[in-house]
């Protein structure tokens, strides 16, 4: 007798497989259930945050699609050799099912080599094949890839219904937990929602949500770097309190260093500059705070508060 093994990771144990269970974006819904009657879409790009839902709602088509469907990582595998071998090849051959559909996730780290040749394959293969492209963004998808695929933002679900997700996951798995709790879940990590759902899985002891302070991110960390950066001298402090925040993912420190830099520099237009190339760098970097502390380092060099 076959043994049926379920998935211990929250993350994919509660992935939604019907449209009714996908949290948040209400505005998609209405065009997803027509594909679904249709047994058909079109080429799409799903973009958006980190963690709100784009990887989800492209299986969850497939999924609920009669259709044969090719996954591809594209962070992993972002060459022209991975359109030419994986994606053309399984797009020229033939199915038993009325479509195919290629998920290129994380599309935005396909070279720009890769996306023109898959610009062409979708050309080629429109009679039968789809794609679907998820990006955290989407300026990084060349133009003509963008005007052969409908564009559509996957915008991060409200506090009260992660909440009310992560009570409902919590319910399930009988985890007795205080509603403070959650809340400081929300306000941490949002709207990253993968990323919640791993610090509850991880925090639970003996039945029970018990959640370690240390490795909650200060709700306040970006508040408190840019306050640092008025004062002289304060690298070494910020550099604690980047430490101090376990933050992984800085991109809500870059935009508040673009959005708030009148309050702690008198040359804007070189802190945009320096902004720009170490947020761009972030991309490729396998450690991202030695990455944000050079961009403060520069931040703090062009406004004259660095002691040499």
């Known amino acids: ?27 998609l819904k209405n065009i997803v259930k027509r594909y679904l009657e249709e047994n058909d879409i079109q080429n799409l790009i799903f973009y958006g945050p980190a963690g709100t839902g784009k990887t989800t709602l492209a299986k969850l088509l497939v999924k609920n699609l009669d259709c044969e469907y ?8 972002r060459g022209t050799e991975t ?17 195919k559909v290629v998920i290129l996730d994380e599309a935005d780290f396909l070279t720009i080599q890769a996306q023109a040749s898959l610009r062409n394959v979708i050309e080629t293969f429109s009679k039968s094949t789809r794609f679907i492209l998820t990006c955290n963004y989407v300026e990084r998808i060349i133009d003509p890839l963008q005007s052969r695929c409908q564009v559509l933002k996957i915008v991060p679900p409200t506090k009260g219904a992660v909440a009310q997700h992560l009570f409902n996951v919590l319910s399930k798995e009988s985890v007795q937990h205080n509603t403070d709790h959650l809340k400081d879940l929300v306000n ?3 709207p990253d929602v993968r990323k919640m759902l791993n610090v509850c899985q991880m925090s639970v002891r003996d039945g029970e949500l018990e959640l370690d302070k240390q490795t909650l991110v200060s709700s306040n ?3 408190q770097v840019i306050e640092l950066l008025i004062n002289p001298n304060s690298f070494k402090q910020i550099r604690q309190v980047i430490a101090d925040s376990n933050v992984n993912d ?12 009148d309050e702690y520099t008198s040359r804007p237009a070189e802190a945009i500059i320096i902004i720009e190339e170490y947020m761009y760098h972030s991309n490729f970097r396998i450690d991202k705070e030695i ?7 520069k931040l703090l060099e062009v406004s ?5």
Not at 83 to 99: Q, Y
Not at 291 to 297: D, G, L, T
């Open 1 to 27: 007798m076959e043994t049926v093994i379920n998935n211990s990771l929250w993350v994919e144990k509660y992935r939604p497989n019907v449209l009714e269970n996908y949290v948040g974006n209400e505005h």
């Open 70 to 77: 090719l996954y591809i990582n594209a962070s992993d595998e």
């Open 83 to 99: 359109i030419r071998d994986k994606v053309s090849g399984f797009a020229s051959t033939m199915s038993f099912k009325p479509l």
């Open 188 to 190: 941490q990590y949002y």
């Open 221 to 223: 960390y970006v508040d």
């Open 250 to 261: 800085f991109e809500a420190l870059y935009k508040a260093l673009y959005e708030r830099m």
């Open 291 to 297: 990455n944000i502390m050079a961009c403060i380092s």
């Open 304 to 308: 004259g508060k660095v002691v040499v």
